[in-house]
């Protein structure tokens, strides 16, 4: 059974920073693209960032530059380091991998200004 789990999410204050993972359970994730995406409330879903097999990064303009999406294949792990956060970053967070297509149940993201 695979599994995605998001943990790291919480309250923080604007200008502050969090750390999201995504642990991986029944799946080796060494050899695939993993996403992040957020879904604000009244929102669509979309994408924040994206790790490749080798490790190529792609930001959603609206993070370049605060955001920071990382793996460790060891730990079946994948992590989004959220610097410089704004209330506009609020959301709930998830992660997803896209072949096989599985998401994680998400992690809420709350910015206070």
């Known amino acids: 059974q695979v599994q995605l789990v998001e943990s790291g999410g919480g309250l923080v204050q ?3 920073s969090l750390r999201l993972s995504c ?3 029944g799946i080796i994730i060494s050899a695939k693209s993993i996403g992040w995406y957020r879904q604000a409330p009244g929102k669509q879903r979309e994408l924040v960032a994206v790790i490749s097999s080798t490790g190529t990064t792609n ?3 609206s993070v370049r530059g605060r955001f920071a999406i990382s793996r460790d294949n060891a730990k079946s792990t994948v992590y989004l380091q959220m610097n410089s956060l704004k209330p506009e970053d609020t959301a709930v967070y998830y992660c997803r991998t896209y072949v ?4 994680g149940q ?3 993201v ?3 200004s």
Request: proline share 5%.
């Open 23 to 25: 642990a991986a359970s």
């Open 106 to 108: 998400g992690t809420q």
């Open 59 to 61: 930001y959603a303009g």
């Open 14 to 16: 604007g200008g502050g």
């Open 110 to 112: 709350t910015v206070s």
């Open 100 to 103: 096989p297509e599985y998401w």
